[in-house]
T-cell receptor, first 109, second 114 residues
């Protein structure tokens, strides 16, 4: 059965900390891995990863894919309270996107 | 450029009634995906539609649920004879071409079945 697993399920950190969120996938016909940030509304797109070992960066966020380990990590440095959200990863297999249950991140001032 | 629109944003139904959820994709997008998000769970794929075609409905429950995306007008997710377990947030996402992997999500419809 195709599945995506994220860890940890939840995380509480202080402002300024660095966090690493994990995503592992087991899907057939893997095409890409996507990260989303979900606050109290729709998920917003962060990154799409297709190639192993190539880091993508956007400000304080970065992500990398390891196809050998079937996993990806999302790093957030110098966290801010505005980073508090649920972070979702999804594996794309062409027609379908399989989402993990998300990591709930809370950043305390 | 308006984003993905969904309506209603909140919908309350009694058991046995029908729920109709609408999704208007972004301008120029012809592919729509529907997802269900249950409390404390991730987004679950339901169905993938192109204009006038259902491409993949493997995530749809076999009974009571149907979806369409007509040539004109929004995509509709229809749930007949709703039950309490249907209470969830239903999101749609659109993409501009087949296999475009960056989806744009709507704000969701929160369905509550009493």
């Amino acid at each position: 059965e195709d599945k995506v697993v994220q860890s940890p399920l939840s995380l509480v950190v202080h402002e300024g900390d660095t966090v690493t969120l994990n995503c592992s996938y087991e899907v057939t016909n893997f095409r890409s891995l996507l990260w989303y940030k979900q606050e109290k509304k729709a998920p917003t797109f962060l990154f799409m990863l297709t190639s192993s070992g190539i880091e993508k960066k956007s400000g304080r966020l970065s992500s990398i894919l390891d196809k050998k380990e079937l996993s990806s990590i999302l790093n957030i440095t110098a966290t801010q309270t505005g980073d508090s959200a649920i972070y979702l990863c999804a594996a794309n297999t062409g027609n379908q996107f399989y989402f993990g249950t998300g990591t709930s991140l809370t950043v305390i001032p | 450029n308006a984003g993905v629109m969904q309506n209603p944003r909140h919908l309350v139904r009694r058991r046995g009634q029908e729920a109709r959820l609408r999704c208007s994709p972004m301008k120029g997008h012809s592919h729509v995906y529907w997802y269900r998000q249950l409390p404390e769970e991730g987004l679950k794929f339901m169905v993938y539609l192109q204009k006038e075609n259902i491409i993949d409905e493997s995530g749809m429950p076999k009974e009571r649920f149907s979806a369409e995306f007509p040539k004109e007008g929004p995509s509709i997710l229809r749930i007949q004879q709703v039950v309490r377990g249907d209470s969830a947030a239903y999101f749609c996402a659109s993409s501009p071409r087949q296999r475009q992997e960056t989806q744009y999500f709507g704000p969701g419809t929160r369905l509550l079945v009493l």
